[in-house]
């Protein structure tokens, strides 16, 4: 009697715990682990961020609204150029700045989004600008109004970083551009001269 007792004991301890374990495992799993444990960075998804970037051509370019720059460019926003480096400043302001001087240049200026590919963090995306070239390029050497339209393809590479516009990487096809508008013409390319730098050997 008293063995049977101490088996009956036994059997209800080791029900008990799996029945501890089971209910353990399962508030485990349904737990979602937070992103940031002080709410400072917002964590945004791959549509999110491929959302934020349509946003910057779709709503800041091609509807004038300058006032959303502050809304999804971060503070210490970067941008990278082939060819032209840019003056990063602290804060947005330069960066408008850019905006408002590429609208005096091309007040009709067009963004259409091609292609767009999203990997985590970083969106890569195709675009491409169509305008007239109505004022002087100041970041071009200045080349003054031709007052003709250009269509000119960009790719460019953006970092999302706390739900906002980080840093990007942008390559244009600006001696196109040039050869549409007249800056650079068929008889210049073809005397231009031969350059002083030796070409290296294969």
């Keep these: 009697m008293r063995s049977a007792a101490v088996v009956v004991l036994g059997l209800v301890i080791a029900c008990a715990s799996l029945l501890s374990f089971g209910h353990t495992v399962g508030v485990a799993q349904e737990a ?29 370019w091609d509807q004038r609204d300058l006032d959303l720059i502050d809304d999804i460019l971060a503070p210490n926003y970067v941008r990278n150029r082939a060819g032209i480096p840019f003056d990063n400043e602290s804060g947005t302001a330069d960066d408008r700045a850019f905006v408002e001087a590429l609208l005096t240049e091309f007040p009709d200026i067009k963004f259409s989004v091609e292609d767009l590919l999203v990997d985590g963090d970083k969106v890569a995306v195709r675009t491409i600008a169509t305008g007239t070239q109505l004022g002087p390029m100041t970041d071009l050497g200045n080349a003054a109004a031709t007052d003709r339209q250009m269509s000119r393809e960009n790719i460019a590479i953006w970092r999302i970083e706390c739900g906002k516009l980080a840093e990007q990487w942008i390559v244009q096809d600006n001696l196109g551009m040039m050869r549409q508008l007249g800056i650079i013409t068929e008889d ?15």
Excluded: F, I, K
């Design 188 to 202: 210049e390319m073809a005397d231009a001269a031969a350059p002083d730098v030796a070409t290296p050997a294969p």
């Design 32 to 60: 979602t682990p937070a992103t940031d444990m002080n709410g400072d960075c917002p964590q945004t998804s791959e549509e999110q961020n491929a959302d934020l970037v349509r946003t910057w051509y779709e709503a800041v």
